[in-house]
């Protein structure tokens, strides 16, 4: 277990850590604890939930030890809402596109291809924030999965 302000790695069971003399918390505890048995520490299991967008964030919301850690849970409805978006968005690009004059519709197209690579550079970043185990809300998505989880 790692301390939550020196990180320095603490003797399991202790009270205080050795370097610093900060008290062990009972969450932190918990964390090292659920890390142990699943395999996957929350950081890990955070950045994962956006690999696979909707898909991996229903199974970090179903799979047993990953459903009660808040941070998982932040990650993964952050991670449905984002590609709930993100699908509803290409929806009406589909529904205008076929009703645009040949160059607006040559537009749209590359219009359309830019904001998927940012769409996709935005998964990554947030894949990264929460590898560093950041809690990074996006502007209206983040609030609604924040209050979710």
């Keep these: 277990m790692l301390c939550d302000k020196c990180g320095v790695e603490m003797v399991p069971g ?6 610093c003399g900060r008290p062990v918390s009972l969450v932190a ?3 090292s604890t659920a890390a142990a048995v699943s395999g996957l ?11 696979a967008g909707a898909i991996t964030g229903i199974l970090f919301l179903i799979l047993e030890p990953y459903r009660r850690d808040r ?4 990650h993964a409805l952050q991670s449905i809402f984002f590609n709930i978006g993100w699908i509803g968005l290409y929806l009406v690009q589909a529904m205008v596109q076929p ?3 040949w160059t ?3 537009l749209m197209t590359s219009i359309s291809s830019l904001v998927s690579l940012a769409l996709l550079c935005g998964v990554v970043w947030l894949m990264y924030r929460a590898y560093n185990n950041e ?10 999965a924040e209050n979710r989880a």
């Design 29 to 31: 505890e918990a964390k």
């Design 135 to 144: 809690r990074f809300k996006l502007p209206v998505i983040g609030d609604i």
């Design 99 to 101: 009703f645009l004059p």
């Design 41 to 51: 520490s929350p950081n890990v299991a955070g950045a994962l939930c956006y690999l």
């Design 71 to 74: 941070f998982v849970r932040f």
């Design 14 to 19: 202790s009270a205080f850590c050795a370097s």
């Design 104 to 106: 607006m519709w040559r």
